[in-house]
């Protein structure tokens, strides 16, 4: 069965760096999304992706972060200077249609130090 | 601005019993809605999509119910055994692309 896969699993960076999560959605979905969970809290919206462009972004996903389908397979999700409150466990989704089941991926844990 | 709720927020019960899940949400005007499981530590396993237009979903043991109206989906699981521990969550779909997440149902079923 088709499954979106992230990688890393784990990431671990030092505040003000980089990183970079990526995520293979399943091949024939046109929607992206990245969410993310901090430890004990609910899951939270932060992005969608359609025909290449962001369809909708949660107050969470600010000039710190963008996404980018770099080629027809990957979707990433990029911040640029982490911060502490940046870790998380971020979870990459893709859905066929907008509205329809979003599949899940095992997520990339982060920790910023 | 939806918020969705899950009520109990951690429910224990033996083998074999049947229960139920709840999950509501403040604005009734929501496109779809759908049903997780996750295991500690792990990512989102979809379980159920429930259509606006549907009452009800099957898969197996599970029966999902949604009423718009009054805006209330419940989780119904039958014959629980000890592999259905996990977090259960509910989610919605509003007017976007986003889902809305509700805080979960720890669920454990004790042998």
């Known amino acids: 069965e088709p499954e979106v896969t992230q990688t890393p699993s784990h990431q671990v960076t030092q505040m003000g760096q980089e990183v970079i999560l990526r995520c293979v959605p399943i091949?024939?979905?046109?929607?992206f999304y990245w969410y993310r969970q901090i430890l004990g809290q609910k899951v939270e919206f932060l992005v969608s992706?359609?025909?290449?462009?962001?369809?909708?972004k949660s107050e969470i996903f600010d000039d710190q972060f963008s996404v980018e389908r770099p080629d027809g397979s990957n979707f990433t999700l990029k911040i640029r200077s982490t911060k502490l409150e940046d870790s998380a466990m971020y979870f990459c989704?893709?859905?066929?249609?907008?509205?329809?089941?979003?599949?899940f991926g095992p997520g990339t844990r982060l920790l910023v130090l | 601005k939806q918020e969705v709720t899950q009520i109990p927020a951690a429910l224990s019960v033996p083998e074999g019993e049947n229960l139920v899940l709840n999950c509501s949400f403040t604005d009734s005007a929501i496109y779809n809605l759908q049903w997780f499981r996750q295991d500690p530590g792990k990512g989102l396993t979809s379980l159920l999509l429930i259509q606006s237009s549907q009452r009800e979903q099957t898969s197996g043991r599970l029966n999902a119910s949604l009423d718009k109206s009054s805006g209330r989906s419940t989780l119904y699981i039958a014959a629980s055994q000890p592999g259905d521990s996990a977090t259960y969550l509910c989610?919605?779909?509003?007017?976007?692309?986003?889902?809305?997440f509700g805080k979960g149902t720890t669920l454990s079923v004790s042998s």
């Open positions: 989610a919605v779909y509003g007017a976007g692309t986003a889902l809305i």
């Open positions: 091949s024939n979905h046109l929607y």
């Open positions: 992706f359609y025909n290449n462009e962001i369809s909708e």
């Open positions: 989704a893709s859905s066929a249609m907008s509205s329809e089941t979003q599949y």
